[in-house]
């Protein structure tokens, strides 16, 4: 495989895996690129040179052998595995994060959330423990933790990003409305700006008859 | 302004917003793309294109009116005026959007929950009525939806999509996991699949060393 697929093509990945999953529970063996480029709404040529940079190759005639596919690509997304995860914040998003069932069928595990609300502090959501966000570097010195979900207001998340990095953590989703940056080439971080994707919708909106 | 904004202009504009209205927080009154740049961890001429890309202009030596600049942002995004939402689906993605403070702040304000569970028909989210499912066709006769949350699982997505669009329904914010493709030219859909979100972080944990 290519040591550098594009960040497009990163971010597309997912959305093949979803598909190669719902062919596969169809009972479909093979597709076309001309199939699951309708089915994605892309071109067939776009699926190909995708399907390519992560070195999936079809046969003439036959198209790609969905359950091989799907299965490269569950080894390309790190999904063999289970992840261990921990929820920075038992707010509205980290509680909707950790009562949603789908990730736990993906193997992302959320093993404890942390909050500094003392009425939140030492219950459960969904069966996972509410801990208290002061035993937070004790808790990453015992324990192993892949993800680190922030969602946490604006204020609190540059500070808890530094106490995950000094405790070994080295991926973060953020949910906060900052931009995190890792401060080292170790840490990978994703933003989620559900704000931001709202505001999309809006400008699209505004501006349906240029389109 | 450009009728051809690309789409990744398009979806970096809210990202200028946000970053905007912080500066005027601050007390900032004008900004080069230099240092736009480094709060956005984009090059100064990635910023500058941009902007132009908007009609948005700067003076030479002293940046941009950050002011006029967030204004005229405010304005193309379509935020001067409220947008009236309904969300589909009162499970937990749903009832965290309802919870979520931040949207109301730019006028996406929610103003019913649906769903088919009896429980939770009848009562109220944060102030937010529950409807069932069975009144979404009334209620779009009788009130202005300028944006519909999908928040129900896959089975249940293409169908409510449908009757939106029977109801007049021209722009949905979708979280289930389907694609959903608006039928015609008048709907926009903007997709958010926070599990395609996870899969490129771990992605990037899997490939940390190639970039």
Redesign the interface.
Known sequence: MS???PDAV??R???Y??HLQALEEEGVENVSSQTLGE???QTPSQIRQDINFIGGVGRQGYGYNVAMLRQHLMR????EGN?DMIVLGA???G???A??P??AA?G?IIRALFDTDSEKTGGEICGIPVLNVAELDCYLAEHRV??AVMAVPSEAAQGLLHRLEEGGV??V?NFS?L?L?HST??M?V?N?????????????????E?H
Chains 1, 2 share one sequence.
């Open positions: 040591a550098t697929v990163i971010n990945l997912p959305a895996y979803r089915r994605m709404h390309i997304l790190g999904l992840h707010g509205s998003i509680t909707a994060l009562r949603y789908g990730f993906d992302f892949d993800i080295t991926a989703w409305p931009d940056q080439s170790q990978q994703v989620v700006h559900l704000g931001d994707s709202l505001k999309t919708l809006s400008y699209r909106m505004c501006h349906r240029e």
